[in-house]
């Protein structure tokens, strides 16, 4: 019952420097998400992929990339990170089929210096 | 003005207190959710709603779909349940359907 799995917890990079975080569901759910969370603000999406294959950009995209790599695994890389991407990432899924409830990670605290 | 909006933004409570957190949305919506988040925590999802009313031990959650409202209340509250609650809407603008998150409501229930 691993449920919705992200990893790292924690990590911290330097200005410039790259990074994957990886988000892995063990529940068969077609949609998975790529959200950040910032003080003051609500959950803003980055990415989704409604299904294996299929990507598609979220409200704040700028900075990122994803890959859906099976139906499992969905993967946020940070190219050359920059202070603005501090924050708290959470990966998501769900299935597709009607009104679904939404299953979290438990998030990724990033602190870029 | 944010298409979701809950209040109060914070929330201090004593044990054994009645809770309402309210949540105002201006989208149609296919469902609603509320959502649970402890400090340094995940986010767990507590109910999903698109019509009436629900309830899962001293939780309960309504929805007025006609006055884009619901609220989430808490009976009988207990230090455990201190944590910041989000409610999400689920709507379709333009056929692609996205969550929209509101800001969040921390409550902190002392002993």
């Known amino acids: 019952n691993a449920g919705v799995t992200q990893t790292p917890k924690f990590q911290v990079l330097k200005t410039g420097q790259s990074m994957t975080l990886q988000c892995a569901q063990d529940?068969?759910?077609?949609?998975m998400y790529w959200y950040r969370q910032d003080p003051g603000m609500g959950l803003r999406l980055i990415y989704y992929?409604?299904?294996?294959?299929?990507?598609d950009k979220g409200e704040v995209p700028n900075g990122y990339n994803v890959s859906r790599l099976n139906k499992r695994e969905f993967s946020l890389r940070l190219e050359s990170a920059a202070p603005s991407q501090t924050s708290v990432y959470f990966c998501a899924s769900r299935w597709d089929r009607g009104n679904t409830e939404a299953f979290f990670g438990q998030g990724t605290r990033l602190t870029v210096v | 003005k944010n298409e979701v909006e809950q209040s109060p933004q914070n929330l201090t409570a004593q044990e054994g207190e009645f809770i309402t957190i309210n949540c105002s949305y201006s989208?149609?919506?296919?469902?609603l959710h509320w959502l649970q988040q402890h400090p340094g925590g995940g986010i767990v999802s507590l109910f999903m709603l698109s019509s009436g009313k629900k309830k899962h031990g001293r939780l309960i959650a309504t929805i007025n779909i006609q006055e884009k409202h619901s609220s989430l209340h808490i009976t009988a509250s207990h230090p455990r349940d201190s944590a910041v609650y989000i409610c999400a809407v689920r709507s379709k603008p333009g056929g692609s359907e996205k969550l929209v998150f509101g800001k969040g409501t921390k409550l902190t229930v002392n002993p």
């Open positions: 529940m068969n759910h077609n949609s």
């Open positions: 992929s409604a299904s294996e294959g299929t990507t």
């Open positions: 989208v149609g919506i296919s469902a």
